[in-house]
């Protein structure tokens, strides 16, 4: 998918592309790299360079970004004397050992721009002044270690430091957030950078979707370039999948679509990608007087403002009103303007506008998610199963197993290689003891963030972290026999903490105590007994998510278990036809794992709602955005849809398999295909509307067409109190049949419309 990505990027009117360095991917094992297939960094930067993009390497190496760890290799946080992102001599070597290596392998591949290589930036570290001052003196030294040794790596290009405002020279500081406009440098002679503009927000399991609009991210975008920005970089401008156990958190979903200009499967984010596209165009048309120019500022009043760029003589002009509700109208040189509320206008010859924030001139895309009607596909799948058996310890699954008296924390028990870790330990129940009957509870005080519970290889009962809050205590009353008894705990985790200060030590698993209470409030404390600690399932080490090696297992074919615990599931498809992006619908199961031809393609949790309360339908763009202020989905899962890459598919036959771990039922699982449904447009006179499907489709009707004061949105236009006679017929006849249309909005084209309005617009709902 590189270079489609790459390429749309480009087209969006993005000059560089930014990427992170993931540590735990490339290092997995201490001194044991990998940087095949996906992993390929030199690979992706030429990839760039082959679009004639520059590119932005944030070797970090912690990079927050939602990523398990923060991209910490778990081995280095399991190193003796370890601390970590402070002045600590064991983390630092590791973390120049990383950072050597990677600037070695880009320098070897002539990747720098001083070599001819796209590279004009890098970064070191991440986010570190959030979180500096609990570290106290010691991360005031670690930050000036960090400028040293980046120096000392001796490249040309400059390095940066996000959200550093003491980043030591020759560091630049650089701001990440929603807003920048007002962020300046600690050095005057740094430039104005602003390395994360958020597009949106990410997910975590049972959130709601957040949105933020175009009309915002642009607005933000305007405004700071208008307060004398020179570099703008968006987070995210394609989210894309946490494929495998990649995602952090905890409880962050496996789609990082983040609401992106280019979705989680690559498609154009209609009108985001567009909107801003034409931003972009205009902005880089100016370059040479926004960085070389002479600023002169005039204030309105109101949060109304203009800023006048010159050079050589020519002048261009912002003008921004940052007022949340009331329209601005000013007189600039002789001239009437008005700036609607919370919008930027952009004239390059400070007369006409070319371009306002808040007015979209692009296309609205509704995305479907189509049935594959042309494959030879049965409605159903067939499925075979088998059972994941619950553990207890025995001779046999002691071989490889960890012995401790205590309590173990998950990162240090299984090391990240699952995130299933079980907890095993044996309980003797003197029968001659009067307090110990049959009333006994289990009680386990658990950081978990899922647990499971046995007692002598029964289910007893399953627990998971609900609210943000990833302590939590298990109480379940069991029946025990005289004699010895086994506990067997299942302890998962769904993504490590990956930011804040000390992220590192939050802890993980089961850390207790762990106690039987008998009647009476008799109590046993088992912490300190012997446990036996098993990484990872049994279906995991033998491989049943890979196609061959699941062969070699015998699976069951008739009478297919549903609604069980610890269920594999396997099933055969054809790959939908065309281009367009592939998804799976998990609906109706639990909690699990997905593969496809032995690619993971991320956790699934479709049993997990997002509340029912906070959305809305429609979104104001006006005022100051947060991740709560755009909600859709309520009372849905969190995530139902799950990204298959076409990269991962045969031609001929795949396999899906699933790790059922809650229970649920496979039946209604089927694959779609992800494309554009519905087209609209809704664009000022003087502009060009263009439209557009997707994967070789045609416009096939066109539901709505008026010129001259139409209202509602995409999905609700109506007729207003004017309009031209032969709006419709116009758009039909340039549009059916087509993949694209573009038509000018204007009276030449559509003819009179009578209307005495300020701005007459088009609407066109087109269907795909």
Not at 218 to 225: G, R
Not at 743 to 763: H, I, Q, R
Request: hydrophobic share 35%; aromatic share 12%; proline share 4%.
């Amino acid at each position: 998918m590189w270079p489609s990505l790459i390429r749309k990027s480009k087209e969006g009117g993005l000059n560089a592309i930014e990427t992170y360095v993931f540590w735990n991917a490339h290092e997995p094992h201490r001194r044991q790299y990998d940087f095949s297939g996906n992993l390929d960094f030199v690979r992706f930067l030429k990839t760039v360079q082959d679009e004639g993009l520059y590119a932005v390497l944030r070797i970090g190496p912690y990079v927050c970004a939602e990523w398990n760890y923060g991209g910490f290799p778990m081995w280095l946080h399991n190193m003796p004397n370890i601390k970590l992102r402070t002045n600590n001599p064991v983390y630092m070597n590791e973390m120049q050992n990383f950072t050597t290596l990677i600037v070695d392998m880009a320098r070897r591949a002539n990747l720098f721009a001083s070599q001819g290589g796209p590279i004009i930036i890098a970064q070191i570290e991440n986010e570190y002044g959030n979180v500096m001052s609990s570290y106290g003196e010691s991360g005031k030294e670690y930050i000036k270690w960090c400028a040293n040794m980046a120096e000392s790596q001796k490249i040309s290009e400059p390095w940066i430091m996000c959200q550093q405002d003491d980043a030591p020279q020759p560091m630049i500081n650089t701001c990440n957030g929603w807003y920048c406009d007002q962020f300046q440098p600690n050095n005057p002679n740094s430039p104005k950078m602003w390395t994360e503009n958020w597009t949106g927000w990410y997910k975590n399991w049972g959130m709601k979707d957040p949105h933020r609009t175009a009309e915002d991210v642009a607005f933000s975008v305007a405004l700071f370039f208008q307060n004398g920005g020179t570099f703008h970089n968006y987070y995210m401008y394609h989210g894309g999948t946490n494929f495998g156990r990649t995602s952090g958190g905890p409880y962050i979903t496996t789609s990082y679509d983040y609401d992106a200009p280019l979705d989680e499967y690559g498609n154009l984010n209609q009108p985001k990608w567009g909107h801003l596209k034409q931003l972009h165009l205009i902005l880089r048309s100016l370059e040479k007087v926004l960085t070389s120019g002479e600023v002169k500022n005039i204030d309105y009043g109101n949060m109304t403002s203009v800023t006048i760029y010159t050079l050589d003589g020519k002048s261009s002009c912002f003008f921004g009103n940052a007022n949340e509700s009331n329209d601005s109208t000013i007189t600039f040189q002789g001239n009437n303007y008005t700036i609607p509320a919370w919008s930027v206008s952009i004239l390059p010859e400070c007369r006409t506008e070319v371009y306002n924030t808040a007015k979209v001139n692009t296309q609205h895309s509704l995305m479907v998610k189509r049935e594959d009607e042309a494959e030879d596909e049965p409605d159903n799948l067939k499925w075979s199963w088998k059972p994941e058996p619950f553990e207890r310890i025995s001779r046999k699954n002691l071989k490889g197993a960890m012995i401790a008296s205590q309590l173990l924390d998950q990162k240090v028990a299984a090391n990240d290689a699952s995130d299933y870790l079980w907890y095993m330990t044996s309980v003797k129940i003197d029968k001659n003891n009067p307090d110990w009957g049959n009333e006994i509870t289990l009680r386990v005080n658990t950081s978990g963030h899922v647990l499971h519970a046995f007692v002598n290889g029964k289910h007893i009962g399953s627990q998971w972290s609900k609210n943000g809050t990833y302590k939590f205590v298990f109480e379940k009353q069991v029946q025990m026999r005289h004699g010895s008894n086994q506990i067997s705990l299942l302890s998962v985790t769904v993504g490590f903490a990956h930011y804040g200060a000390n992220f590192d030590l939050e802890e993980a698993g089961i850390h207790g105590p762990v106690e039987l209470i008998a009647a009476g409030n008799v109590t046993k404390d088992l912490s300190s007994y012997k446990w036996v600690y098993k990484v990872g399932l049994l279906g995991e080490h033998q491989g049943l998510y890979k196609a061959e090696a699941g062969r070699l297992q015998k699976w069951h074919t008739d009478d297919l278990l549903v609604n069980k615990m610890f269920v594999w599931y396997k099933t055969t498809f054809k790959a939908p036809l065309g281009d367009d992006p592939v998804v799976v619908d998990l609906l109706g199961l639990g909690k699990g794992h997905a593969w496809v031809n032995g690619h993971s393609i991320g956790r699934y949790w479709p049993s997990f709602l997002a509340d029912e309360d906070g959305c809305t339908s429609t979104c104001d763009y006006r005022g100051a955005y947060s991740d709560n202020k755009c909600l859709t989905n309520c009372g849905k899962p969190s995530q139902r849809w799950y990204h298959v890459p076409r990269s991962f598919l045969q031609d001929d036959e795949n396999t899906l398999v699933l790790f059922e771990e809650f229970g649920g039922n496979p039946s209604s699982v089927n694959f779609r295909t992800v494309t554009v449904g519905t087209a609209c447009a809704n664009a000022y006179e003087g502009n060009t509307v263009e439209l557009s499907c997707q994967g070789g489709k045609t416009i096939s009707e066109i539901k709505f067409a008026s010129f001259g004061d139409p209202q509602g949105a995409c999905g609700s236009f109506k007729k207003g109190s004017c309009e031209a006679a032969n709006a419709t017929a116009i758009i039909q006849e340039a549009c059916i049949g087509q993949k694209s249309c573009s038509v000018y909005v204007s009276e030449a084209t559509f003819g009179s419309t009578g209307c005495n309005v300020p701005a007459k617009s088009l609407a066109v709902e087109a269907l795909c």
